[in-house]
């Protein structure tokens, strides 16, 4: 079986955008509240940073649940793992994903400044400046037969997109409009004419697309 590239997960505004404007370390979304945009998945019994017994089940958790599903490596945007703009300056920070990341597989961090390589409980970060063809290609290596999951920000996947490398994307579609920041897409059918298409509204309000190669 194929290696997919697969953006699980990620949650955009009903007006496309993924995370805000003027991103800072107290603010990794920007002018936007992770509370309110990610209020679909917080509350799922399978939310991957749950410390809590409990949560809610249905649709909202099933898809939750799939997030660590045969993913054996990660590809995420500079901007997702710090505001940190230019050459890195503080190699004591580490990341907003705390000692005990949710990925428990390598990390291939996309930079245009070289870091060393380290690693948090089970989850390795390496920083990248390959083309996204050569990124992708060690992260599947990485990945030893697993998918490899895209994690976001909306810039990066919109790159992988345009170089016609994600297999399979499930983007969740909350009811807040952020006006500007980083944005996914302008419309949710802009995809159709490389990918199939399934919509399903969930009772939190939220409104699932599932998009695959066609």
Known sequence: MPQLLK???FTVSADGYGAGDDQSLERPFGHADPGTLLSWVFPTASFPGR???GGT???DDHLARDFHHDI?????GAHEFSPHRGPWTDHEWQGWWGDEPPFHTPVFVLTHHHRPSFTLADTTFHFVDDSLEDVLD???TAADGRDVRLGGGAQTIRAFLEADLVDTLHVAVAPIELG???RL?????ELDDRYHH???PSPSGVVHHLLWRR
Not at 72 to 76: D, K, L, P
Not at 185 to 189: L, P, Y
């Open 180 to 182: 500007s920041g980083t």
């Open 51 to 53: 410390t809590a017994p």
């Open 138 to 140: 060690q992260a599947r």
């Open 72 to 76: 054996g490596a990660e590809i995420m």
């Open 7 to 9: 953006v699980q997960n």
């Open 185 to 189: 897409w302008a419309s949710t059918d």
């Open 198 to 200: 399934d919509v399903i």
């Open 57 to 59: 089940r249905g649709l």
